[in-house]
Nanobody, 113 residues
Framework: QFVESGGGLVQPGDSLRLSCIAS????????VSWARQAPGKGLETIAM????????SYANAVEGRFTISRDNDKNTLYLQMTNLMPEDTATYYC????????RGQGTQVTVSL
C-alpha cells in the first residue's frame, strides 16, 4: 500500500525529504503517518496528518525539525527533515492510522559523520 523513498546517508545538521506513494485505499480521506524504527528499538510514530492536511501532530523528538505534508492529487506523503541528528538514524515507514497499518518496506536514513 505504500512505497517509501528518499532515504540515505547524511551528516549531522543535514536535511532530507522522504516521499511515500500510496495505493489501494482511499488515500485522500485517510489519516496517515510517518513512523520509524531505530536499531534495537520499537516502532514509533513520529508525525501524523489528517486526510485534508489541515491537522498535523509530531513526536517531541522531531517537533520543530520535521514537517509532514501530503499531495492528495498525487497520492503522496512527504516528510521534510532538517537538522538531522545521529539519533534520527532509523528505517522510516509511512502507514495508515490508527495502528500504524499497511506500512511498506521503508527507507533507511543514516545520520553519521
Amino acid at each position: 500500500q505504500f512505497v517509501e523513498s528518499g532515504g540515505g546517508l547524511v551528516q549531522p545538521g543535514d536535511s532530507l525529504r522522504l516521499s511515500c506513494i500510496a495505493s489501494g485505499f482511499g488515500f485522500k480521506t485517510a489519516t496517515v503517518s510517518w513512523a520509524r524504527q531505530a536499531p534495537g528499538k520499537g516502532l514509533e510514530t513520529i508525525a501524523m496528518i489528517s486526510g485534508d492536511g489541515e491537522v498535523t501532530s509530531y513526536a517531541n523528538a522531531v517537533e520543530g525539525r520535521f514537517t509532514i505534508s501530503r499531495d492528495n492529487d498525487k497520492n503522496t506523503l512527504y516528510l521534510q527533515m532538517t537538522n538531522l541528528m545521529p539519533e534520527d538514524t532509523a528505517t522510516y515507514y509511512c502507514a495508515r492510522e490508527p495502528g500504524i497499518r499497511g506500512r511498506g518496506q521503508g527507507t533507511q536514513v543514516t545520520v553519521s559523520l
